[in-house]
């Protein structure tokens, strides 16, 4: 089989952090916070007046991996207690694939530009992310609060300018995949 031209860009990101915080006492408070915030920008750009050709396929795509968790634990004790957690993730993933004004794509095999999936069709983004938040206090007067939350965002976009011309002997594959989030 004839080789081909790929070009892609990707990123993979996994983290996650834990806070626990353990405190007594007659009058006792205490907090913690545990935040994961992450910006992910992936671009593959064709330039303009080029020219690509091939006997096999063409492929430029970009693809994001993501798995991120935040936990945030606080336990207090005494005859009166405050405890706070706080827990959040946020995550976004910009994704682009550009073709230049006036580039030319030829390929006896397949075409495809996909921003969000890998071009030669292996891997699609996919964005996992967790926030969770527990307070515990115990005491006679006991004020605890726990607040957990979780933004996930993907964009993604492909751009052929005027005059590109896209030439295929089999299939052509063009799309913006947002991918999937779990």
Do not use: C, K, M
């Not at 806070?19 to 920008?41: C, M, N, R, Y």
């Not at 970009?62 to 993730?89: I, L």
């Amino acid at each position: 089989a004839p080789g081909g031209i790929w070009s892609g860009a990707s990123s993979l990101l996994s983290t996650s952090d834990q806070v626990d915080l353990q405190t007594g006492g007659a009058i006792i408070g205490g907090g913690v916070d545990s935040s994961l915030e992450a910006t992910l920008t992936n671009s593959v750009d064709l330039g303009a007046y080029g020219t690509f050709r091939s006997a096999g396929n063409i492929g430029a795509g970009t693809y994001t991996t993501v798995t991120a968790a935040a936990s945030a634990e606080v336990s207090t004790w005494g005859v009166a207690g405050v405890g706070t957690a706080d827990a959040s993730v946020e995550i976004t993933s910009d994704q682009a694939v550009t073709v230049g004004a006036g580039t030319l794509l030829e390929a006896f095999g397949n075409v495809n530009l996909t921003a969000g999936e890998d071009p030669a069709g292996f891997y699609t983004t996919v964005i996992a992310g967790s926030a969770i938040a527990r307070g515990y206090v115990r005491a006679l007067i006991a004020v605890p609060h726990a607040e957990a939350s979780t933004d996930l965002h993907s964009n993604a976009s492909l751009d052929i300018n005027s005059g590109a011309q896209i030439r295929s002997g089999q299939n052509v594959t063009i799309g913006g995949q947002h991918g999937n989030f779990e």
